[in-house]
Antibody
Framework: EVQLVESGGGLVKPGGSLRLSCAAS????????MSWVRQAPGKGLEWVGR??????????DYAVPLKGRFFISRDDSKNTLYLQVNSLKTEDTAVYYC??????????????WGQGTLVTVSS | DIQMTQSPSSLSASVGDRVTIACRAG??????LNWYQQKPGKAPKLLMY???TLQSGVPSRFSGSGSGTDFTLTISSLQPEDFATYYC?????????FGQGTKVEIK
């Protein structure tokens, strides 16, 4: 069974930093493209960014407004995805989900999703 | 970025009703459109990809249609477990973008 388990969320002051983790199991993580998606309280879904598999270059892409503060990395030896968030702002308060980005012959989609980890930015 | 707009933002319906949710893209995206269902306090779940291909395990009462800029998610006969928020998402051009969501509530 595919499992994605996020951790690392919590309360942080504006300007602070946090590293979120996503522990993956039940699939071949080294071959997977992985994304982070966030959801502010009571709001919709916002794609944060993704990292490709190393065989596909291991490159990262980010939502434009988040570039420069958000950094995605992976440790394939630990089957773990990371999201480093710096210079946190109150508007970064959200549940952060990790998800597998499936790359089909034609289409891409997100499935499944972890349960999410809540990041609260407040003084 | 490609803007995705869903309508309505919310709707009230009864068990057994036929429900239709619309999603419009800011530019043509072919059939690069996915649908997700999210229940309160839970992670989103993939319903459909490629505008009309049902994900394995998703009941056949869900269907999707459309291409270009206009898409539709239809639930043929609403069941109690279908009350949730539904999101469309374009996979045509990175950065991936989502619609704002449509909340389906019990009438």
């Amino acid at each position: 069974e595919v499992q994605l388990v996020e951790s690392g969320g919590g309360l942080v002051k504006p300007g602070g930093s946090l590293r979120l983790s996503c522990a993956a199991s039940g699939f071949t993580f080294i071959n997977a493209w992985m994304s982070w998606v966030r959801q502010a309280p009571g709001k919709g879904l916002e794609w944060v960014g993704r990292i490709k598999s190393k065989t596909d270059g291991g490159t990262t892409d980010y939502a434009v407004p988040l570039k420069g503060r958000f950094f995605i990395s992976r440790d394939d030896s630990k089957n773990t995805l990371y999201l480093q968030v710096n210079s946190l702002k109150t508007e970064d308060t959200a549940v952060y989900y990790c998800t597998i980005e499936w790359v089909g012959d034609i289409f891409n989609w997100f499935d499944p999703w972890g349960q999410g980890t809540l990041v609260t930015v407040s003084s | 970025d490609i803007q995705m707009t869903q309508s309505p933002s919310s709707l009230s319906a009864s068990v057994g009703d036929r429900v239709t949710i619309a999603c419009r893209a800011g530019q043509s995206i072919g059939s690069y459109l996915n649908w997700y269902q999210q229940k309160p306090g839970k992670a989103p779940k993939l319903l459909m990809y490629g505008a009309s291909t049902l994900q394995s395990g998703v009941p056949s009462r869900f269907s999707g249609s459309g291409s270009g800029t206009d898409f539709t998610l239809t639930i043929s006969s609403l069941q109690p477990e279908d009350f949730a928020t539904y999101y469309c998402q374009q996979s045509y051009s990175n950065p991936w973008t989502f619609g704002q969501g449509t909340k389906v509530e019990i009438k």
